[in-house]
């Protein structure tokens, strides 16, 4: 993993800034190219913390194009002038194409007007192409003065004072075409508006039994397309890195007519049921065969094995002539542009533009332009040289037909991608699979959270791909005690990706009471592991099912959690399943209310958000919405902290700023109550301001799932199915090595891998129950029972939540004196050992 752990170690702000004081210094910041939603957001990041540490900050406006033509395209920026941008898509300050940048003479007019107004520290917010002319002027730059010099357009003392200038980049592309960064600024937007669409032309496509091939962008990278067809389930994908292999034509037709076979036989079994006396059965037979539903993502970049464009118009005819389906071609366009970005996108970009200053502030002669990058959870700075030498390689492997290594090149995770698509797309026949003959069983425990469907629905396809019969338990442990169990197959599952909620049903009842009854169960139904998928509950449930192996045999199999829960609360992993989702509705919610208050006089809204005593969501939505302050239970706060922050807003209302946003936490306090602090704030702001109150409710809890945790859940889950598969595969007495040895063997003769029989089978070790979660960018299987001690049960809490690391930030951007954590990331990082790699929840 790049990208050594950020210092725990905080400094005091008066130590940062004497260190790092950005007094007498001029930071310039331009975004070019295309735009992306969240380049505002970064804007405002780099305006705030640049102001906030004493420096000078000025727009650039126009990009290059502004800052050749200098004049008022360049002007210095204040607090307020980046106010109310936080929710705007695009770029306030423009971006354009300059060829007269590209040439020697309008860098040097861009020097001279740099210069002219002391700026010597330049902030890039664009693609590989600005950062590479980025790096073009800063090596030129001591010669560029020097010729300034020489035509009397700037002295010798302004040579000498602005002898160096410092370089750093932010990538905003919706594509994530961008090596050395895990997601560049814009791509959870624009999967947004993607998966938007899409989920709306699949109502349409039901209701007019027709084909739909949908054209996203990328023209030389297929993260939108693979991720969006990920995501919604789409039935075939095409991407400039893995053109598919000759003769795809008939593939693909074929792989339509199949899928519509078996939605056929789905719907002609309902249609019996659903038969109305007197109608022959015949009718809905045919009604139902007529149905048709596939949906086709095309990248607009898509080639074949011969670089030949593969189009969407190609494709729709194909389909057509082929199989005669109804079938329409939806262009997305500058749509993946527009919009308001995502909570993803928000947050990315602000904490991408304060480590931009401080990587300004702490640059030398010496320091080669870099890139502040995300890996994992952290702020790391890349060489911007080797980054944009990585990402032209694959376009090279591309265009020499190296498809393979294309691939390989975007990364770890993209292939992964690639290959997890692959195989939940595409049922191999019956006869095809090795039967493990193990029964695997599947729970939703909890509160309902977004993306419980889509882990369902891998889980369930992964595991019949891997030979296992797959159970669904209806009701969680309720259910299972009841005997609520039932074979679950492939097509069931079928367009359950993109719904919301809990489709099995889920109950925050624990095991404990009905152990015995669940021990029947498990005897009844022969289950050899079982996947439960929540949230607190689930890993309580966990450990109870761990202590139970002392009185019941049937317990002792392998068993995985997979947290689920829009809290973020379970021990063991830095994301829960679900909390994106969540986080996205608080932040939608939050730019709502402020535009309420759009024309109206000064006002305050005090907004109530849900998890528990876990201040994810406050904090989390805090910082996406740019709220001025988030009172959590892992942060403790009394009554001069309120007063504190009533008068710093009472000041800030007496300047332009006709709003305040304030979070809290349901149980952040027992005292200080959502009534308690809005009749504070309307007490003591009288006269100046008024206030509002807001609770959210469940309407965090609902919603069709976000394109990151449909991802998210489709991944974690596959990879906790190849955990339990592999687990099955193991013998604790090495029975027949390696092996699955479950209910009963093959038959005779069968040449493949063969499966012996150890019905006393018993798994007793703690790493045979297991949380799954996500730390820095690596997933872990974590026994549970090594969590406990992690884990603060009595709040349901982990005791260490990575997400507090970011709590400076929030302040500092809502003007507040705050300590800033300084990351360990000011020595760069190389990247010549890996490509282009997202985490593993992307």
């Known amino acids: 993993m790049a990208g050594e752990e950020a210092s725990d170690s905080k400094v005091s702000l008066r130590t940062f800034l004497e260190h790092l004081s950005g007094a007498g210094k001029a930071i310039g910041v331009l975004t070019s190219g295309g735009d992306a939603q969240g380049m505002n957001a970064a804007v405002r990041a780099v305006v705030r913390m640049g102001i906030y540490v004493g420096a000078k900050v000025y727009f650039i406006y126009e990009g290059y194009q502004g800052m050749v033509d200098g004049g008022s395209n360049i002007v210095e920026a204040d607090w307020e002038s980046v106010s109310s941008i936080l929710q705007v898509g695009g770029t306030i300050i423009g971006s354009a194409r300059c060829k007269a940048f590209r040439t020697r003479e309008g860098r040097l007019k861009a020097a001279c007007n740099l210069v002219q107004r002391g700026i010597t520290n330049l902030c890039v917010i664009g693609g590989d192409g600005s950062l590479t002319g980025a790096n073009i002027f800063r090596k030129e730059w001591s010669g560029l003065l020097e010729e300034l010099a020489q035509h009397g357009e700037i002295d010798k003392e302004q040579v000498q004072k602005h002898a160096y200038l410092n370089v750093v980049g932010m990538v905003g592309s919706i594509d994530n075409d961008f090596c050395g960064t895990d997601m560049t600024i814009g791509t959870d937007s624009a999967l947004h508006r993607i998966i938007e669409v899409v989920d709306a032309i699949m109502t349409t496509a039901q209701s007019h039994q027709r084909t739909f091939v949908l054209e996203v962008m990328g023209r030389h990278c297929g993260y939108l397309a693979l991720v969006s067809a990920l995501a919604c389930g789409a039935d075939w994908v095409f991407l400039p890195e893995s053109p598919p292999e000759e003769g795809w034509q008939e593939n693909m037709c074929i792989k339509l007519s199949e899928r519509a076979a078996q939605a056929s036989h789905r719907r002609i079994q309902q249609a019996h049921a659903l038969c109305v006396p007197g109608e022959p059965a015949t009718t809905f037979q045919n009604r139902a065969r007529k149905k048709r539903l596939n949906i086709i993502i095309v990248a607009e970049g898509a080639i074949d094995t011969q670089n030949k464009p593969i189009t969407s118009e190609q494709i729709k005819e194909l389909v057509v002539t082929q199989l005669g389906y109804d079938t329409r071609v939806t262009i997305l366009g500058h749509v993946q542009r527009g919009g308001t970005p995502s909570a993803f996108d928000r947050i990315l970009a602000s904490r991408m533009g304060v480590e931009a200053v401080v990587a300004l502030l702490q640059a030398t002669p010496e320091t080669p332009a870099c890139v502040v990058s995300l890996s994992g959870n952290q702020a790391v700075r890349l060489p911007l040289v080797e980054c944009v030498q990585m990402t032209q390689d694959v376009q090279k492997a591309m265009d020499e037909r190296r498809f393979k290594d294309a691939v390989r090149l975007r990364g770890r995770s993209f292939e992964t991608n690639l290959n997890t698509y692959k195989r939940l797309a595409i049922k191999f026949p019956d006869d095809q699979i090795v039967k493990s003959n193990c029964n695997v069983a599947v729970i939703n425990v909890g509160a309902p959270a977004a993306g419980m469907n889509a882990a369902v629905r891998s889980a369930v396809r992964v595991g019949i791909a891997d030979g296992h019969k797959m159970l669904a338990i209806y009701d969680g442990f309720e259910g299972f005690a009841k005997g609520q169990v039932k074979e679950i197959g492939w097509g069931d599952v079928g367009g359950w990706t993109g719904q919301g909620g809990s489709i099995l049903g889920t109950k925050r009842t624990l095991p404990g009471k009905f152990l015995e009854d669940i021990a029947q169960q498990m005897r009844t139904h022969s289950i050899n592991a079982l996947l439960i998928i929540g949230g607190f509950e689930a890993f309580e449930s966990s450990l109870l099912l761990a202590k139970a192996r002392e009185q019941h045999r049937e317990f002792c199999v392998p068993v995985c959690v997979l947290p689920t829960t829009i809290s973020n609360s379970v021990p063991g992993t830095e994301l829960s399943l679900g909390c994106d989702t969540s986080l996205n509705a608080v932040m939608e919610t939050c730019d709502r209310i402020k535009q ?247």
């Open 596 to 842: 309420s208050a759009s024309g109206t006089k000064r006002r305050v809204f005090i907004i109530e958000t849900m998890g528990g005593y876990c201040g994810y969501l406050a904090n989390m939505g805090a910082l996406a919405a740019g709220a001025d302050a988030a009172y959590i239970f892992e942060e403790p706060f009394d009554i001069r902290d309120l007063q504190s922050n009533v008068e710093h807003l009472t000041e800030k209302m007496k300047t332009t700023i006709q709003r305040g946003l304030v979070l809290r936490n349901e149980s952040c306090s027992e005292n200080y109550t959502t009534d308690f602090i809005y009749q504070l704030y309307s007490e003591e702001g009288k006269g100046v301001f008024d206030c509002r109150k807001n609770v959210l409710g469940h309407m965090q809890q609902g919603g069709a799932p976000s394109p990151f945790d449909r991802n998210f859940g489709t991944k974690i889950s596959a990879r906790a199915m190849q955990w339990i598969s592999m687990k099955l595969k193991e013998s604790p007495g090495k029975v027949g090595g390696n092996r699955y040895q479950c209910r009963s063997s093959v038959k005779a003769g069968d040449t493949r891998t063969p499966f012996s029989v150890d019905r006393g089978k018993r798994f007793v070790t703690d790493d045979s129950i297991c949380v799954l979660g996500i730390s820095k960018r690596n997933l872990f299987f974590q026994p549970v029972t090594e969590l406990k001690k992690e884990t603060d049960f009595e709040h349901r809490i982990p005791k260490e939540q990575w997400w507090l690391k970011l709590r400076p930030l929030m302040k500092i951007l809502a003007k507040y004196e705050a300590s800033y954590e300084v990351s360990d990331s000011g020595q760069l990082e190389h990247v010549h050992h890996r490509g282009h790699e997202e985490p593993a929840a992307i």
